[in-house]
């Protein structure tokens, strides 16, 4: 029994997971640099709706952008499954950083695709680009746990959830506003790619801080 509990104590602090008596606070630069990058995650995904007119604007066919829309999907599926593997293997946040720097090519390859009119861009990027769901739908979890503990996780994941949810709601129509004033889908693409990278600081921050919280 002392064994098993020792394992368990290792595991969890391997995770970095919060004990139980860890403290937890809406207010903690932890909660709100991850739900920052949450937010401006999840306004990433919005994208796909778009795929198929972004195809169209470029001259591109109507039937190879529903392509496009499909391999994104597929990509989606793949992903999702991808991120779990490599959670037990990696950890929750350098899975999700796998994911992220993936996203970041898919939508380097995507835009170069679209600029270039080089079809297998496209469809390598569409592909690709269905990281942004396992972050998004898997990743958020994954990280929830492990930057706050099991004690504190049913505290912290609702409300991220609901900012998840405003993020993917929002993203929609603010890429459709985007090509409105600007008559491209690039300039949206280029802010996805800026997003990305102060996600990347905001995840980081955030770890940073939950592993002192944790340490203190």
Same mark, same amino acid.
């Given at each position: 029994?002392? +064994?098993?509990?020792?394992?368990? /104590?290792?595991?969890?602090?391997?995770?970095?997971? *919060?004990?139980? =008596? $860890?403290?937890?606070?809406?207010?903690?630069?932890?909660?709100?640099?991850?739900?920052?990058?949450?937010?401006?995650?999840?306004? /990433? $995904?919005?994208?796909?709706?778009?795929?198929?007119?972004?195809?169209?604007?470029?001259?591109?066919?109507?039937?190879? +952008?529903?392509?496009?829309?499909?391999?994104?999907? &597929? +990509?989606?599926?793949?992903?999702?499954?991808?991120?779990?593997?490599?959670?037990?293997?990696?950890?929750?946040?350098?899975?999700?950083?796998?994911?992220? &720097?993936?996203?970041?090519?898919?939508?380097?390859? /995507?835009?170069?695709?679209?600029?270039?009119?080089?079809?297998?861009?496209?469809?390598?990027?569409?592909?690709?680009?269905? *990281?942004?769901?396992?972050?998004?739908?898997? =990743?958020?979890?994954?990280?929830?746990?492990?930057?706050?503990?099991?004690?504190?996780?049913?505290?912290?994941?609702?409300?991220?959830?609901?900012?998840?949810?405003? =993020?993917?709601?929002?993203? @929609?129509?603010?890429?459709?506003?985007?090509?409105?004033?600007?008559?491209?889908?690039?300039?949206?693409? @280029?802010?996805?790619?800026?997003?990305? &990278?102060?996600?990347?600081?905001?995840?980081?921050?955030?770890?940073?801080?939950?592993?002192?919280?944790?340490?203190?």
């Amino acid at each position: 029994q002392e +064994g098993a509990k020792g394992l368990r /104590i290792g595991v969890a602090g391997q995770e970095g997971s *919060s004990s139980p =008596g $860890t403290p937890f606070a809406f207010k903690s630069v932890s909660f709100l640099c991850f739900a920052a990058f949450v937010f401006l995650f999840c306004l /990433i $995904t919005g994208l796909a709706q778009h795929i198929s007119g972004y195809a169209q604007s470029i001259g591109m066919t109507a039937g190879f +952008g529903a392509l496009l829309l499909s391999l994104s999907m &597929v +990509g989606n599926i793949l992903c999702k499954l991808l991120i779990g593997m490599l959670t037990d293997k990696l950890g929750a946040l350098r899975s999700s950083l796998v994911m992220i &720097v993936v996203n970041v090519a898919a939508l380097v390859l /995507i835009l170069l695709g679209a600029r270039t009119a080089t079809r297998w861009m496209m469809v390598v990027g569409s592909l690709l680009y269905g *990281s942004v769901y396992a972050v998004a739908a898997v =990743g958020i979890a994954l990280l929830t746990r492990r930057f706050f503990g099991d004690a504190n996780y049913a505290k912290a994941y609702p409300t991220l959830a609901f900012i998840s949810s405003v =993020g993917c709601a929002v993203a @929609i129509p603010a890429i459709g506003y985007v090509y409105d004033f600007t008559g491209a889908y690039d300039y949206a693409v @280029i802010a996805c790619l800026a997003i990305h &990278v102060a996600g990347l600081v905001l995840i980081l921050r955030a770890s940073r801080a939950a592993q002192a919280q944790q340490a203190g």
